[in-house]
């Protein structure tokens, strides 16, 4: 396939992340807001008609599909937070169904779900992480005991027929995770395949969705060529997110080792030191996300955007091309970069760079001429 040498820059955009200019529109925002109140409604509706579900992983997948990472993440944090008040060992989850969105978007973002594997894929994954991880977590977070879930009727069947109480416990989990997210992914799937085409147009992974096998393959192979890591804003969330998880551990740890010795000398009570620890975790959590959230605003605002303009602008002048780039509107109606930093020094050189060449190819010209 010919591929043509044209602003390869844009092509980073294109397929690794969500068009940004729509990230933040009010379409996505209102796309947040539904996938929140599914998440928080519909497990609801479940538990009031008795139904060995869960069901509280639809909108924060949905979101992902269709927005990105962080629409998907934004809207599973906001529903975990507000199910915290409720039950506060939900926060301690909450990192699972982070980890759920966010693959969900990087799936989507792959273009994998224009396939029935695609769909398969994110539905093992889901289970892996909410079924067998959910199960471990829940297992020592609920004091080691047997039936803590809604798995409590599959769980206390396969003890009655001679298994421990945790192999039980996790293969009761599992079995109840592959309905609950098989329901989750048809769902996703359903709206992928019912929602306007002009609605879904608006959102930052339209694109992937509306284009062809072989025009995808074009880009996918296009932006290779451009770009083979991961870009300096991922890297920077990417650092910042660890450096605060990390933090946030440690502190965990330090509390925990301290109550278990206040345990031992004064006596307390264990739940109180469970309490304790859940309630500072859970506010790490809401803190940790805050942050990561901010930072990734900052770091976009502050340099992603500038330095795509440059990219841009670079692009822009090997298609225009040299001889007509400074009569040209791209050159006349050119962002321009005023960070006052490093980035602005940069923009300045380039500037200054594109006069020469076209200065110099225009001398040469002239010289042809004569």
């Known amino acids: 396939m010919k591929i043509s040498d044209e602003n390869t820059g844009k092509a980073m955009k294109r397929i690794y992340r969500p068009r940004l200019e729509k990230l933040f529109s009010y379409k996505t925002i209102m796309l947040i807001f539904v996938g929140v109140i599914i998440n928080i409604v519909l497990p609801r509706i479940v538990m009031f008609l008795k139904l060995p579900l869960y069901l509280d992983n639809i909108g924060s997948v949905a979101v992902a599909v269709l927005g990105g990472v962080i629409p998907g993440l934004i809207t599973a944090f906001t529903s975990n937070f507000m199910g915290y008040f409720g039950e506060p060992t939900a926060i301690m989850f909450g990192a699972l169904t982070l980890t759920m969105a966010g693959l969900a978007a990087k799936i989507s973002e792959r273009g994998l779900l224009r396939r029935a594997k695609g769909f398969l894929l994110m539905w093992v994954m889901m289970v892996a992480i909410g079924g067998a991880i959910g199960s471990v977590m829940g297992w020592y977070l609920y004091g080691k005991t047997v039936g803590g879930t809604i798995a409590a009727p599959y769980v206390f069947w396969l003890c009655r027929h001679g298994m421990s109480g945790f192999a039980a416990q996790f293969v009761g989990d599992v079995f109840l995770d592959i309905t609950d997210k098989g329901l989750t992914v048809i769902a996703v799937a359903a709206v992928l395949h019912f929602m306007p085409v002009k609605l879904r147009d608006e959102l930052p992974l339209s694109y992937i969705y509306r284009c062809s096998d072989e025009k995808l393959e074009e880009e996918y192979n296009k932006d290779k060529k451009a770009f083979t890591g991961m870009s300096v804003f991922d890297k920077l969330v990417d650092i910042v997110a660890i450096s ?54 900052l770091i976009y605002r502050s340099l992603k955007q500038p330095i795509d303009h440059i990219v841009d602008q670079i692009g822009s002048l090997n298609r225009v091309g040299s001889e007509k780039w400074l009569e040209s509107d791209e050159w006349r109606n050119r962002y321009v970069v005023n960070t006052k930093d490093e980035i602005q020094v940069l923009y300045q050189s380039v500037c200054k760079s594109e006069l020469s060449i076209c200065h110099k190819i225009s001398s040469l010209h002239e010289d042809e001429n004569t």
Do not use: P
């Open 244 to 297: 605060m998880s990390i933090s946030a551990v440690l502190i965990t740890m330090y509390e925990a080792c301290r109550f278990v010795n206040e345990i031992y000398v004064y006596d307390h009570d264990a739940y109180a030191m469970f309490e304790h620890i859940t309630k500072l975790a859970g506010f790490q959590f809401v803190v940790i996300i805050m942050a990561i959230v901010l930072a990734s605003w």
